[in-house]
């Protein structure tokens, strides 16, 4: 197991509406990713944040927004949620620098329907 | 062009079988790379880091070519419990983590 956890493993909303996904990164970390991965598809960088900041970001329209908190559990939220959206939602988490491996959790299954 | 891209395949194999995956990148400036695994519906699982020109763990290589870059994963005497999705991960400039698409793996009895 990487530590790693997320909530809720799976998920359907309704095109048009709002979802929050969660994150808890391993212990020692500081920073946390996001990834959308669609159906045989690679994970696509969405954003990352490093204490609290964020500190990267993928080619994702503005109603995919973050938070990291002072623990560095994070949030994705994804407003005006689109039939597109449905995919495989993965957080990662890794020490800030450039060798650090990064570590998964189960990722959220969203369907929007 | 992509910032990384792999083969899709899939590569269906025979147990026993060596196998290569080739990756390429297009930021010259990238420094570290990785190999993770990724079995269907499950989150990746990180296989190899690959520093300097390359490194070995059991069956399992992994070679870094700066030059020409491109980042190569060999098997060696392919199970059946290594059929799974092969992701290339390059770390762009120290903040970002890009996926290729990812290699399918077949190992068949």
């Known amino acids: 197991e990487t530590g790693v956890t997320q909530s809720p493993t799976h998920l359907i909303k309704t095109r048009g509406q709002q979802v929050t996904l969660r994150c808890s990164s391993q212990?020692?970390?500081?920073?946390v990713s996001w990834y959308q991965q669609a159906l045989g598809q690679g994970p696509q960088f969405i954003f990352q944040y490093y204490r609290e900041e964020e500190n990267g970001r993928g080619n994702f329209p503005p109603r995919f927004s973050g938070l990291q908190f002072p623990n560095y559990s994070s949030e994705l939220n994804v407003n005006a949620l689109e039939l597109d959206d449905s995919a495989l939602y993965l957080c990662?988490?890794?020490?800030?620098?450039?060798?650090?491996?990064?570590?998964f959790g189960q990722g959220t299954r969203l369907t929007v329907v | 062009r992509k910032e990384v891209e792999q083969d899709p395949g899939p590569f269906n194999v025979p147990e026993g079988a060596t196998v290569a995956f080739n990756c390429t990148y297009s930021n010259s400036a990238s420094q570290s790379f990785f190999w993770y695994r990724q079995d269907c519906r499950k989150e990746p699982k990180l296989l190899m880091s690959?520093?300097?020109s390359g490194n070995e763990d059991g069956r399992f290589t992994a070679q870094l070519n700066r030059a020409s870059q491109y980042i190569s994963l060999l098997i060696r005497d392919s199970k059946l419990s290594d059929s799974a999705t092969y992701l290339c991960?390059?770390?762009?400039?120290?903040?970002?983590?890009?996926f290729g698409a990812g290699t399918i793996l077949r190992v068949k009895s």
């Open positions: 690959v520093y300097s």
């Open positions: 991960v390059v770390n762009i400039n120290g903040n970002k983590l890009v």
């Open positions: 212990s020692g970390h500081n920073t």
């Open positions: 990662a988490s890794r020490s800030q620098g450039e060798y650090t491996e990064a570590f």
